[in-house]
């Protein structure tokens, strides 16, 4: 689960971290009013989307005068900002950061995040603050630091000292590195986060590290112990198909292909997708029903693929362990005659009670199409979408 700029900065002051003043806006008079209570001439006006680029999008504006934060602030609620994380659809702009303006002399780059090759927590950090670090790993990844931390021993003076010296940071701002430092791996860890990045992180004029921007992910199996996390959700900035999954616990993601999947099992359907793709399809969801699925959600299941008009067929994987085959047919019955479902449907079950839900399937009277195994149902998928 992602947060906004402005909730992030919000949680990391919390552990000491230091943040320009600032306040949301929902409304362009939210906006003035909050202008009006920072010091200072310059104001920086932020749309608040899930998603990098803003500043190059039209999404940051700085400006010197409370008529003009009036003014953007009624340009940006509302607009639909387009960058290269959100894709050509870009996402609509429901709320504002106003923020005090910052004297920058340097701009540089931090972030933390789960390492889970070394189930380590990994800093990595940058001179080059302001830009894409992809963009710096590509051409100039000498100018990247990535250390681990294991969570045996916790951030330590030496991993302090490694990202000071990288980032060239002399004065108050080195002497400031080891509470920041401290407060962004406490502020990771406590919380469950997944993602904390600061980019720019900023060493104003008189030498302060700030944290310009601030960008956090957590680890939604996590988020059951965190209720103060889950309250800054939201579900505006979510594909709707996916918040509804959520409902029913089901785990989807939507993809770009046209083959809708739904299978029990993380592996399994990862599986599934690979051999769609060998066979020359295009999977349009990862959709995980898990092991004790009831004929509820798999309707509910058929529905959330379906709601994707990308979608030309459908087939169904299941491997019945815990899941039995027979519960699972019976649902797919009942979806596919609720929901008049014309487009193809290709089904493949094994494991428990397998031949009382194949039986289940042909007695239908639908035109469901089994099959014997993975390669045979992608291969029948695949044909079916393409009319072949």
Known sequence: MNIHEHQAKALLAQYGVKVPNGYPAFTVDEAVSAAGKLEGDVKVVKAQIHAGGRGKAGGVKVVTSIEAVRSEAQVMLGKTLVTHQTGPAGKQVQRLYIEEGCQIERELYLSMLIDRATSQVSIICSTEGGMDIEAVAAETPEKILALSIKPSTAIKPHHIRRVIKALGLTGAAAKQATPFLNGLYTAFCSNDASLLEINPLVVNADGDLIALDAKMGFDDNALFRHKEILALRDLSEEDPAEVKASEYDLNYIKLDGNIGCMVNGAGLAMATMDIIQLEGGSP?????????????????????????????????????????????????????????????????????????????????????????????????????????
């Open 284 to 388: 349009a969801n990862f959709l995980d029903v898990g092991g004790s699925a009831t004929a509820e959600r798999v309707t509910e299941a058929f529905k959330i693929i379906l709601s994707d008009s990308n979608v030309e067929g459908i087939l169904v994987n299941i491997f019945g362990g815990i899941m039995r085959c027979d519960v699972i047919a019976t649902g797919v019955v009942e979806a596919a005659r609720a929901l008049g479902l014309e487009k193809p449907l290709v089904v493949r079950l094994e494991g428990t009670n397998v031949e009382a839900g194949k039986e289940i399937l042909s007695s239908s009277g639908l035109a469901i199409i089994p099959a014997d195994n993975l390669a045979d149902a992608a291969s029948k998928i695949v044909a079916a979408v393409k009319g072949n």
